[in-house]
């Protein structure tokens, strides 16, 4: 019995991840419109679009190889492999061992990969300035986000996802000015990994500025349908997984009963919420920087993350 | 055991090959000669490699000895289970690059200069593992160097080759006196060559720092570590490309083999700075060497750098198993070294696999300029495909083995925090942060080497009308690369096989991984971290899989090809696509210009004038500028003002002999 349950928040979980996507940016696009006194699109409107992709035939350029091909489902399952592993409504995820933040990032650094891979494929100038640029963007947000890790994992001892959860509500954890900082630098690295404002503007095609939709530029079809999905996803993520690190309250532990689970639900929609509302003043109200200013931003967020670990390391012996 | 049937088997495999390299003399002209030899050396490889395995599982300690070298110890071997290990790596590295070779090698013009040293270099390389006393050691190292660089002089009438192999010949030689002088120390007044004799001498702190330094430089100096990598990027690229594997993939194995068995075995208990000097040079080493790959254009030199980069990996592992071991932190010690010693082996096979790459793509369109390829991915599918796996490995993405062999490494540095001292405290953290750096940058550097090759356009006509490579290099690179998938799905059995020579170390090893639950990898408890490749993988499997099928029933089906897109502007030429150079701009801007003084000059004809405009991008290598230039000048200044002393008259040579013998007998005098 306790399997099933495991086995129905583990496919739960994963379920609700996909459902929850593309109306994650719907709402989004909804609120910023909003925010400029603008109408805006139906909050259902990324739905439609997915579903439009998908009837569409695929336009594919005539020198495009099998990669370009096997991409956007290599992309799409590293991506949701990586949102299904990050605890949402519940922290007993059956399969949480599998891997832990560490290969979270790299799972998600797998995604990139093709995907940068992907933009050089049909050898267009526009391709290979997003894969430059992403390449760019990578080198400094991953590495942030692996001190962020490190910070993480020697205040809770493991670097297991359900470990640190159930670590955060624990007592034990205190105000500490390493997570304060790895917050701060978690959000920078979300920021740029999700090509948000102010480090690249996912409603433009304008060219000197684009990054990740340069990249997807020769995609159509389903193969479109399934990269913007994982787009959504790897947003929905980075919310899940700042929600499950700093914000873990209500989320039904392992083997609950069905109102704990019932809560979790509710809490999670409520944190998914806040942030959405915070993410989208907060780019209705910056504007996009300087493609060469991206990294000190995220130099900034490197060393923030450098500092908390190198705070932890140093604070232990005392 | 004295005289184990291993041991004799692999010295049967090091004679055959001595064999073999003789009978490549006569043989080396003939058209027959180079499958012959490269299929015999293939066999004997093999042998050895299937022997080693065996040896590894059986885990005993052999010795032999032959009554050769210096009459008074005689050539001591000893096959333990870590020279297993190490031979096991030679011997497979061996193996893909003799069949590697049986196709790739016929193009080679003048097989005569490969054919005996490829056979003699192979049996340098396992007697060094073999060696067990200094002098052995020591002769089979030079032994090893000297083929090896008449390897790398096989094309001497290419351009860069002389002064390649010229750096090689002076580094080596440099490196293998460091050796001499580190096994001089360890023996002490008493003169004890025999490996046996220095295990029981604990020789006092001093003298060990001085072996630490001296092994460093000579052990180093081979491996690749900054800032003794010079001549590592210039001499692995010039030999041909099946030797560039084993250069890259295997001796730099063999230098950490020399490292570790000099440090960890002989000199005894490790004191804590050893970590501190050993995690600075590696985590640099780490940094710099993938900068370097970034910013270089030809795709053997690319690798040859991207090889510096690992090597500092592995030396970050060596430098944490030293620092827990030094503070008596077992699991942790063996955490770390375990690490260390499974990159090592991933780093062999995926490096082997990527130069096997680079040499098909070679000898397709007889380019290595990467801003002269593109789209061979249309052109040569399996290869492309073989490298793709090779890419992926090194960039550590799961489910390859790099990311399991990073994986291990990052979870040994989050350990340290309970280290008593500062220095490691605080030099810990940025290491850890200098690999993640420069993990992140092996995945740009790759994404650049396969996007900038592989795919895109042809921009030559080279690359235009390349051919898939032969069925023998096809075969090897397959394998490799299911070598590598494997290795990352279940790396619980690897570690596992890894564990004899870590207990033979440090008399403890990893908890048993193979038999954990559904071949996950726990190195500590399984709530503070556990992997598991495999089912990542099945996980990625199914959700590709499953993504397909529910597209394929709801959606169209239908593909249209057309011409490329780009916005409605597609770019008339193939040159447009972004180059090699083009694609590392972002990083040679953000870690260019303090690390490597990059400075960009754009000139930009004025209005009316028909010249074309030019962006000029100057490096400078500041490692080589720094220490290498100014001592060149040195040297040459002194030789110069030496140089007066070849022209005197008969007197003056006289009498300056004279002078001689009289200023050493005053020395002598006053010393008395």
């Not at chain 1, 439609?48 to 399952?77: G, H, T």
């Not at chain 2, 440090?263 to 993938?290: E, H, R």
């Not at chain 2, 503070?327 to 063996?334: L, P, R, T």
């Not at chain 2, 096989?497 to 639950?517: C, D, E, L, N």
Request: contains cysteine; positive net charge.
């Amino acid at each position: 019995m306790a399997l099933a349950v495991d086995f129905a928040v583990q496919g739960g979980q994963m379920l609700l991840v996909i459902v929850l996507a593309p109306f994650l940016t719907g709402i989004l696009q909804k609120m910023k419109a909003r925010l400029l006194r603008r109408q805006g699109p139906s909050v259902l409107q990324h739905y439609r679009d997915l579903l439009k992709l998908m009837r569409k035939d695929v336009v594919l350029a005539e020198n495009a190889s099998w990669l370009f091909r096997a991409v956007p489902y290599v992309i799409f399952a590293a991506t949701w492999v990586a949102a299904a592993l990050i605890p949402t409504f519940a922290t007993g995820l059956l399969f949480s061992w599998t891997a832990d933040l560490i290969a979270i990032v790299a799972l998600l650094g797998t995604a990139r990969f093709f995907l940068a891979l992907a933009g050089m494929d049909v050898g267009t100038s526009f391709g290979g300035i997003g894969s430059s640029r992403e390449v760019m963007i990578a080198s400094l947000a991953e590495p942030a986000m692996i001190m962020i890790v490190f910070s993480l994992a020697l205040l809770a001892g493991s670097t297991q996802l359900s470990t640190i959860a159930q670590f955060m509500v624990s007592p034990a954890v205190g105000l500490r000015v390493s997570l304060g900082l790895a917050f701060i630098a978690l959000t920078m690295v979300g920021l740029a990994e999700n090509a948000r404002i102010p480090v690249d503007n996912p409603a433009t095609h304008l060219e000197l500025t684009m990054v990740h939709e340069a990249m997807v530029l020769e995609y159509s079809g389903r193969h479109l349908a399934l990269i913007e999905l994982a787009a959504s996803l790897k947003l929905l993520l980075y919310f899940s997984l700042i929600a499950c690190i700093f914000l873990p309250w209500g989320t039904a532990p392992p083997h609950a009963q069905w109102q704990a689970y019932g809560i979790g639900l509710a809490a999670y929609a409520a944190k998914i919420a806040l942030g959405a509302i915070v993410l989208a003043v907060f780019e209705t109200a910056t504007a996009k920087m300087r493609v060469f200013r991206v990294p000190t931003f995220l130099g900034a967020a490197l060393m923030l993350g450098l500092l908390g670990a190198l705070l932890l390391f140093v604070s232990r012996g005392l | 055991m004295p005289g184990g049937v291993h041991i004799l088997i692999l010295q049967c495999c090091v004679l055959s090959l001595l064999t073999t390299a003789v009978a490549a003399i006569p043989f080396g002209r003939r058209p027959v000669g180079t499958a012959l030899i490269y299929g015999a050396s293939a066999v004997i490889s093999a042998i050895g490699c299937a022997t080693a395995t065996i040896a590894l599982f059986a885990n005993q300690s052999e010795a032999l000895q032959l009554p050769l070298g210096l009459p008074w110890i005689g050539a001591n071997f000893r096959l333990d289970a870590l020279s297993s290990l190490f031979l096991v790596i030679v011997n497979l590295g061996a193996t893909g690059a003799s069949v590697y070779a049986m196709g790739h090698g016929r193009d080679e013009h003048a097989p005569q200069r490969v054919l005996p040293f490829f056979a003699a270099f192979l049996a340098g390389m396992n007697l060094v593992v073999l060696s067990d006393d200094a002098f052995t050691f020591l002769l089979s190292w030079e032994f090893m160097s000297l083929t090896s660089w008449a390897l790398v002089m096989a094309h001497h009438r290419q351009s860069d080759t002389a002064h390649a192999g010229y750096v090689y010949l002076l580094m080596a030689s440099f490196g293998t006196f460091a050796l001499l002088l580190a096994y001089g120390v360890l023996a002490g007044a008493a003169g004890n060559y025999g490996f046996e004799a220095m295990r029981m001498q604990h020789p006092a702190a001093i003298t060990s720092a001085v072996v630490l330094v001296l092994v460093l430089i000579g052990a180093g100096s081979k491996a690749g570590l900054v800032p003794l990598h010079v001549w590592l990027p210039l001499a692995h690229p010039a030999a041909p490309s099946h030797v560039s594997a084993l250069m890259s993939g295997v001796m730099t194995k063999v230098a950490i083999y020399a490292f570790i068995r000099i440090v960890f075995d002989l000199l005894g208990p490790p004191l804590w700075w050893w970590g501190i000097v050993v995690l600075a040079l590696g985590g640099i080493t780490s940094l710099m060497g993938v900068l370097y790959a970034l910013f270089e254009n030809d795709i053997k030199r690319v690798l040859a750098y991207s090889t510096i980069e690992n090597i500092g990996f592995i030396f970050v592992g060596l430098g944490l198993a030293l620092a827990f071991r030094a503070d008596h932190f077992e699991s942790a010690a063996v955490l770390a070294l375990t690490a260390a010693l499974f990159h090592a082996f991933n780093h062999s096979i995926f490096k082997s696999l990527l130069f096997f790459g680079s040499g098909a793509v070679l000898s397709a369109t007889g380019e290595r300029n990467m801003d002269k390829l593109g789209g061979l991915i249309h052109r040569m599918p399996l290869t492309a495909f073989a490298c793709l796996a090779g890419c992926i490995a090194i960039a550590a993405l799961p489910p390859s083995n790099g990311f399991a062999s990073e994986w291990l490494t990052f979870q040994a540095v989050l350990l340290s925090p309970e280290l008593p001292q500062w220095g490691l405290k605080l030099l810990v953290p940025a290491v850890g942060a200098l690999l993640a750096l420069s993990v992140a940058l092996a995945a740009a550097c790759f994404v650049r080497v396969f996007g900038i090759t592989f795919l895109g356009r042809a921009r030559t006509p080279a690359a235009a009308d390349a051919h898939e490579t032969d069925g023998y290099s096809l075969f090897v690179m397959l394998s490799l690369a299911t070598t590598c998938l494997i290795a990352g799905i279940v790396p619980g059995f690897f570690i596992d096989a890894i564990a004899p020579v870590v207990q033979g170390i440090f008399a403890h090893h990893m908890p048993h991984q193979s038999a954990v639950a559904w071949l996950s990898i726990v190195p500590i408890t399984k709530d503070r971290s556990s992997y598991n490749g495999l089912l990542i993988f099945l996980f990625l499997a199914v959700s590709a899989g499953l993504s397909a099928c529910v597209l394929r029933l709801l959606s169209s089906n239908r593909v249209r090809r057309v011409p490329i897109w780009d916005g409605g502007f597609p770019d008339p030429t193939p040159l447009m696509q972004y180059s090699a150079e083009s694609f590392a701009q972002p990083i040679r801007r953000i870690f260019g210009t303090l690390l490597f003084r990059a400075r960009e000059h754009i000139d930009m004809p004025s209005p009316g004038d028909m010249r074309p405009a030019r962006l000029d991008v100057k490096l400078v290598d500041v490692i080589w500028d720094t220490i290498y230039a100014p001592l060149a000048r040195a040297v040459s200044l002194i030789t110069k003002r030496l140089n007066i002393l070849q022209f005197l008259t008969i007197r003056r040579y006289l009498s300056l002999v004279f002078s001689a013998l009289v200023v050493l007998l005053l020395v002598v005098a006053i010393w008395r």
